[in-house]
DNA sequence: GGCACAATGCTCAGATTGAGCATAAGTGAG
DNA sequence: CTCACTTATGCTCAATCTGAGCATTGTGCC
């Protein structure tokens, strides 16, 4: 094997291939998550929205220097922090097929403090959940979601096979919340993959050509390529981090108030916390100390402004925000 | 930016890499925890252990199709489990650098059920901790440790200045939990990549040819190339996972007793369980169901076989083994 | 039968969690 | 100036979960 192992090792030098970098750079203002989104596309499939995309650059000593170098040089914005997401090369998802080489992105998701106004024309800040809507449930579940849930179900049903339905129908319960399970906010990927197989997305009818308008307002706004399943795979992956390490920080300015913090914990997660237990947890965990700035202008009792406790780090084994997922009632 | 994007986007078609599949085979047999491995390496700079490598094959739509297709035929191991890992591309730490390519190795885990001899000659399972002994806890704190800290300590006040003489003693207590720290099972992967750092594992000199085998008893043996970080990336991986979801079943076979299963999840986490917890843990999570089988021959009263519960992940948001992290004393 | 051994059952105090009530400290209207 | 309103913050309480240990039950062995 090894024999075998090491030819076809040395085999892959004759088979480059083509590898770029995605991010997803995401902000939080107002409470509101954002990611970082161009303009893409040529005039034949018109332009969308996308992520940021650049090339592999061999100058960098590492991928991730490269993109920091990368990002930071085309949005001067500083990237806190940067985290290694996936590595995407299903052949019929890219998009474009590089002509006869395999074709990879590796996506990275980055976190950045202050949102400026993303200096150049093409680059702006959106709502995630502009293409994501039905990950929102801060004002309760999503409206959109009958809709959804109403579709999937029929497509489960359109199984004619009746163990491949009673697949379907078990990955809708798990990732969904459908046919009696519960939601799992982490599960972001899975539902958008969800969608996709079931035609609910139009990225997934975008090779051949189609145009399906009908499901643009329910399914969220589409993304040029496969972005949409990288975003899904950053918005998953963050919901999942900041319940065991204070990347939430990231987002925040120097000082802040408690209340600002849950707000932007509940953008990401996308779901409501219960405000005093916030305060529980976050006083326990020592995630922050205070300050002795107060808030002023807005109405109500001025809130303490607090900054981050970088010490947490030396101290707790797992520092977040362990918000329980929901227990399926007993 | 977009426009600079898309040009350095399609730049990168005239300028390919050389990408490599990783892959950590994991299975576990009398509770020891086993990785394959085969043997690298030409004259040169002799044979040593390395994990199986092979190109990225063309021909499949997605690379974990290509992963599995490839290791099941040169294995003829059946891989249950297969995920992702991380993409590697540090072009210091490859060992080869695949003449002005860049070159990255795509890393994924996979589980296997069970050991069959690895037919082939060159391939072997071993066990995971002679490559990361300090990982072990089973036994109580592996005596290695004293003098890795030791050494780790006098790396740490190597630094001249105080600032990143006090950032080492950090990331000390962080990762190994010195000064004052505590041990966090999941953090494998920093814990290597700090003794790389501090030079006492043999393959951060390997490319200049230096031969240290001095330290090879207490810092475990080598691997060609940077193939320890990748089996480390996958054992803190692994660790995590096992917590919130029920992969270790893919390790065990079809039936298994109780204890069975929590020698396996301590061989993998490298932490000993509390027995009558444990039970009480996979009980209560509907983890399992029993059988009519029980164990007989061995001494001590038989133990019932029981088998696992795939229902459980319909049922359970994040179905797995929550081994708390050790609480800091307060 | 009696002993060693491992499996299994059960208890209990302390910590954590989910939910809600109560109070404090500002703003703006009348 | 006072009241109504709003948000911040403090505190309680029951339900549950956790960590640790004691007790009992089956088997093989002598």
Redesign the pocket.
């Known amino acids: 094997m090894a024999e075998e192992t090491q030819r076809q090792a040395e085999g892959a030098l004759s088979n480059p291939s083509a590898v770029g970098l995605v991010a997803v750079i995401v902000a939080a203002t107002d409470g509101e998550p954002r990611a970082l989104t161009v303009q893409v596309g040529g005039q034949a499939r018109g332009r969308s929205d996308g992520l940021p995309a650049g090339p592999l650059v061999p100058e960098h000593p590492t991928l991730e220097r490269g993109l920091r170098a990368w990002v930071e040089r085309q949005t001067h914005q500083r990237l806190g922090y940067v985290e290694q997401l996936y590595t995407f090369g299903d052949r019929d998802r890219q998009g474009d097929d590089a002509g006869g080489l395999h074709s990879l992105s590796v996506a990275y998701l980055a976190l950045v403090r202050e949102v400026r106004p993303a200096g150049l024309a093409e680059a702006s800040w959106r709502n995630w959940y502009r293409y994501l809507p039905w990950e929102d449930w801060r004002a309760g579940r999503p409206e959109s979601l009958a809709e959804i849930e109403g579709k999937l179900l029929a497509w489960a049903d359109g199984a004619t096979d009746p163990k491949l339905r009673r697949r379907r129908e078990d990955r809708l319960g798990l990732t969904f919340g459908l046919c009696g399970g519960a939601w799992n906010e982490e599960r972001v990927l899975e539902r958008y993959e969800l969608l996709f197989e079931a035609g609910l997305i139009p990225e997934a009818q975008g090779q051949s050509g189609e145009a399906r308008d009908s499901d643009l307002p329910v399914t969220g706004q589409p993304m040029a390529l496969d972005h949409r399943r990288v975003l899904a795979t950053a918005i998953g992956r963050l919901r999942g981090k900041i319940k065991y390490r204070p990347v939430v920080f990231e987002l925040m300015p120097p000082t802040f108030?408690?209340?600002q913090l849950q707000r932007t914990v509940e953008a990401l997660s996308g779901t409501n916390l219960?405000?005093?237990?916030f305060?529980?947890?976050v006083a326990?965990q020592g995630l922050v100390e205070e300050t002795d700035g107060?808030?002023?202008?807005?109405?109500?009792?001025?809130?303490?402004l607090v900054r981050f406790r970088r010490e947490v780090l030396l101290e707790r084994p797992a520092p977040g925000f362990?918000?329980?997922p929901a227990?399926r009632p007993a």
Do not use: D, E, I, M
């Open positions: 108030t408690l209340f219960h405000k005093q237990n305060r529980r947890l326990q107060v808030t002023s202008g807005a109405t109500g009792r001025p809130a303490r362990r918000l329980r227990r």
